[in-house]
């Protein structure tokens, strides 16, 4: 259905400030929405499913990792959850169902859990049902819709020419590919966004009516209720005459949508909610928002009833949004709408031939590759190889440029350390470039039980097991030391290693808040005698901070269970010698199995793994990343042996970070500076003992440099 205004009328309608004159605006709104939607209505209630610590930048979400807002935090609810909210928002008079989680998309496991939740919906409910999940391809929009989701929810926030003030981890052309891929799976869509988020009224008639261009079944329309902490924080409160002024002239732009008024319309309109409706409303977002709390659902029945509007729900299971109106829309024809706009969709038969180029690949393949690719562009996550000409160092050849080097591993610069180098060359000069084979075949050597037992004596333990990688390291362990019907407790800011080893163990994984010894004590209680370990990083890769190993060790004592703490960021770094959090704990010998790196601070490549003699020959026999790898070259096992012999005992012109372990009640940070014997003025350094600040890690300047990296991305 057409604009009923140009451009130029809603610019004018937007100056208004006489009352009566907006009073006159109402009213012709009310009109059309009258004509195109009679007395019916569309109440939509929704539950929180996955709340906090998105990796997002939006400037108005309380859930932002960037934000300092309080907020609730929990992980996936479970399908039957899901259902429980459903039927409550039922009873509440809810015609609609929304599942909303935070970020721009969802693991393989948590998006099971969405279609799980649907599906019960459907079956024990009459509400219609929806989703917002973020971005999505056109595949997981087909499994939505399988599962029985009519509509999916996808804002684009604001104009375009303001969007960049939103966020910048998310783009514009991104949100638009999730619309096409919602409409070409045959689903309804629900587009709006947010007013007064400082915005100027041609940027608001511009959303309006580039949201005519998207041709949305539904437009929500949020107002920006400001969270301190946020960054629109603190902007004021709307003019609650201004969001019904608004409100119509919205309706006038797109008068065919669906509206309904969502989140901040309490702190927003107060008693003015009615005329609200009136303005051009179908419904209203019944209930308790994502972070804040709504009206009572009996307040809102009763105003848009005092209006002469039903609000009565149907029988039909959501099989049509309104009787004789299969599209839930007026005077609007069935079928898909088109975007427009350049956002290079492809044509379908287009992508069907470029798939069938590839030889023995389905005819999704290559469809679904490249828009992969595409949503990794959209969320600022797609990344390339960046070529370094010359050594490790603190100045680098970088693709041609010459740059400061802030965001290397090679904490203590042994990677070009003439002794490591040398070790290195003699051990491929006697040994040969490769081991040839699994260490239990034929690949073990002597620089590899050299290392090994170098590594034990290091770290206080029996034995020592050397790995391929850090990752191998992790991802072998924990799924050799846990198992099904097993509990492993991981850190909710643990390495993507230590997640993916839990997620192989086919254990059940509790993920603790970072840092909340309360909350493992908690989860500890619930699994009884299935807890089997406790996983978590020594020092985490993304923050700086130290995990509180001494009362995570008291709690593996306690409940019977494994304590595993990954080393990669401390060794070298803290502890006496460099010899990691552990021994900064006190705790060498006593945490059952302790993972470490060569390639950080010992300037080399692999991993290890120290615990008693009986821990690692188990090891050695059951984990299949070791099992089943060719062993690390001898040239390269010669090269950490020399490394560590550098670090112990300490020598001219290396100097190891140290710093205590983060007490539960974490201090003000000590400054400490010092300068290396053998460097120049300009590479002198200053770090914050004990802070879990970003300027208190070595891998912080790398976050600092890339604030999109998302947790977990650091190497091992």
């Not at 029988?315 to 975007?339: F, H, K």
């Not at 993507?496 to 010894?517: K, M, P, Q």
């Not at 993304?542 to 595993?564: F, I, N, Q, T």
Request: with cysteine; charged share 25%; aromatic share 6%.
């Amino acid at each position: 259905m057409p604009s009923l205004i140009s451009f130029e009328e809603a610019l004018a309608l937007g100056e208004l400030t006489d009352h009566q004159e907006i009073g006159d605006l109402v009213e012709r709104a009310w009109a059309v929405r009258r004509e195109n939607f009679g007395d019916s209505t569309d109440m939509c209630s929704l539950v929180n499913a996955k709340s906090g610590g998105c990796a997002e930048d939006c400037g108005f979400c309380a859930q932002s990792r960037y934000a300092e807002a309080d907020t609730p935090m929990h992980a996936m609810m479970e399908p039957e959850q899901i259902l429980e909210h459903a039927k409550a928002a039922e009873a509440a008079g809810a015609h609609r169902f929304c599942m909303v989680t935070q970020g721009q998309g969802l693991s393989k496991r948590d998006f099971e859990k969405i279609l799980e939740g649907a599906k019960l919906v459907a079956e024990q409910t009459n509400l219609k049902r929806c989703a917002s999940i973020g971005h999505m391809s056109g595949e997981r929009a087909k499994k939505l819709r399988e599962a029985g989701i009519q509509r999916v929810h996808h804002n684009v926030e604001s104009a375009r020419s303001y969007y960049p003030e939103v966020s910048t981890t998310v783009r514009y052309e991104g949100r638009l590919r999730t619309i096409q891929a919602v409409k070409e799976a045959g689903l309804e869509t629900c587009v709006g966004g947010i007013l007064n988020l400082g915005e100027s009224p041609r940027q608001r008639v511009e959303m309006a009516f580039e949201l005519t261009e998207i041709n949305p079944t539904s437009v929500p329309i949020n107002l920006l209720n400001p969270r301190s902490g946020t960054k629109f924080g603190e902007r004021p409160l709307m003019d609650a005459m201004e969001v019904v002024q608004w409100v119509a002239i919205f309706r006038l732009i797109i008068p065919g949508a669906l509206f309904r008024l969502c989140g901040g319309r309490v702190e927003n309109l107060g008693d003015l909610q009615p005329l609200a409706v009136k303005a051009g409303l179908n419904g209203v977002m019944m209930g308790n928002f994502l972070t804040t709390l709504g009206a009572e659902p009996e307040d809102d029945r009763a105003m848009f009833e005092e209006l002469g509007l039903t609000v009565a729900r149907q029988p039909d299971n959501g099989a049509n949004p309104r009787p004789g109106d299969a599209d839930g829309r007026a005077d609007r024809p069935s079928g898909r709408g088109q975007l427009l706009g350049s956002i290079d969709a492809a044509a379908s038969d287009q992508e069907d031939q470029e798939a069938a180029a590839l030889p023995g690949t389905p005819d999704r393949g290559m469809s679904e590759i490249a828009e992969r690719l595409e949503e990794l562009r959209d969320r600022g996550l797609h990344r390339r190889l960046r070529l370094i000409g010359g050594p490790q160092g603190p100045r680098v050849t970088l693709d041609g440029r010459q740059v400061l080097l802030l965001c290397s591993n090679d904490y203590l610069g042994l990677a070009n350390h003439p002794k490591v180098r040398g070790a290195a060359a003699e051990a491929a000069m006697r040994w040969g470039a490769g081991a040839g084979a699994s260490r239990l075949i034929s690949g073990n050597m002597q620089p590899h039980s050299r290392l090994e037992k170098r590594l034990a004596a290091f770290k206080g333990y029996e034995s020592a097991l050397l790995f391929g990688s850090g990752y191998l390291a992790n991802t072998g362990t924990i799924a050799a030391l846990a198992g099904e019907d097993e509990v492993v407790f991981s850190d909710e800011l643990n390495h993507a290693s230590i997640i993916d080893g839990c997620r192989l163990s086919r254990a059940e994984t509790f993920v603790y808040r970072h840092g909340d010894v309360e909350h493992l004590s908690w989860g500890l209680r619930k699994a009884g005698k299935r807890a089997a370990l406790i996983a978590t990083d020594g020092v985490f890769s993304m923050d700086g901070d130290v995990a509180p190993l001494a009362e995570l060790s008291e709690l593996a004592k306690r409940h019977g269970c494994r304590l595993m703490v990954d080393e990669a960021h401390a060794t070298g770094a803290i502890g006496p010698g460099g010899r990691g959090s552990v021994a900064a704990a006190g705790l060498s010998g006593e945490v059952d199995v302790v993972m470490g790196t060569l390639g950080k601070a010992l300037g080399s490549y692999g991993a290890y793994v120290c615990a008693n003699r009986e821990t690692t020959d188990y090891l050695l026999n059951t984990a299949r990343s070791f099992v089943f790898s060719t062993a690390l070259p001898p040239s390269v096992a010669a090269a950490g042996l020399a490394a560590l012999e550098l670090l112990e005992p300490p020598t001219p012109g290396l100097c190891a970070m140290r710093w205590p372990a983060r007490a539960s009640a974490p201090t003000a940070p000590r400054r400490r500076s010092f300068r290396c014997r053998s460097a120049t003025p300009q590479q002198r350094w200053t770090f914050a003992s004990g802070s879990s600040s970003a300027a208190s890690s070595p891998r912080a300047s790398a976050r600092q440099q890339s604030p999109r990296a998302p947790r977990g991305c650091a190497s091992r």
